[in-house]
């Protein structure tokens, strides 16, 4: 089953918020967002896998996580946890990795997580992208995701 209620708002022209109701509780959709074993596994666009994970879930500590494309393109991210609220939520930073693995533009995601009759509202705000373009990208993408997301949670 697919998420219900998929929403995107543009709160700024160089914000993003995405709001989603999954099929699953609370803590099932904190705990895929904070272990690598399962955040791996719905990482990523429509048909990207994710070939490198790891995840230290703690206020000040570091993810960095690959993403492969359909062609072979490796996209490295990585970040920081500013904020851990089990299970209600998550801040971190999110930068893409340039070709010596150092953080490009840097922006701040927030995502948090509202129990409603054992199905989960899910609200993810990122800012300030660079441009509209990038904030348009990070939509697709992150929306993508938030389907393998869906079709993840319905599985476990």
Known sequence: MVAKDRETIATSERELTITRVFNA???LVFKVWTQPEHFSRWLGPKDFTTIG???NVQVGGMYRACIRSPEGNDHWMQGVYREITEPERLVFTFAWEDE???PKHETLVTVTFEEHDNKTLMTFQQAIFESIESRD????????CFDRLATY????
Not at 137 to 144: A, C, I, L, P
Not at 153 to 156: D, E, G
């Open 137 to 144: 990208s990070h939509n697709t993408g992150w929306s993508e």
């Open 153 to 156: 949670l319905t599985a476990l």
């Open 25 to 27: 509780p609370r803590s």
């Open 100 to 102: 010596n693995n150092q």
């Open 53 to 55: 994970c790891q995840m």
